[in-house]
């Protein structure tokens, strides 16, 4: 049963596409995600005054 979900669902991956799109970029999209992160621990520090 695990073995038909996992074909079928490779199956549909392959046919999407791989679901990269031409507009994002790796970079901008990891910079980003790391900026936030970043953000939110220095504003979780600045409230957080032990």
Do not use: C, K, Q, V
């Not at 970079?27 to 995600?33: R, V």
């Not at 936030?36 to 005054?49: E, K, V």
């Amino acid at each position: 049963m695990t073995s038909y979900a996992a074909a079928a669902l490779t199956t549909l991956a392959e046919e999407s596409g791989g679901g990269n799109h031409e507009s994002l970029s790796p970079y901008l999209t990891g910079g980003g995600a790391l900026f936030a992160l970043l953000l939110l621990l220095w504003i979780t520090t600045r409230f957080n005054r032990d």
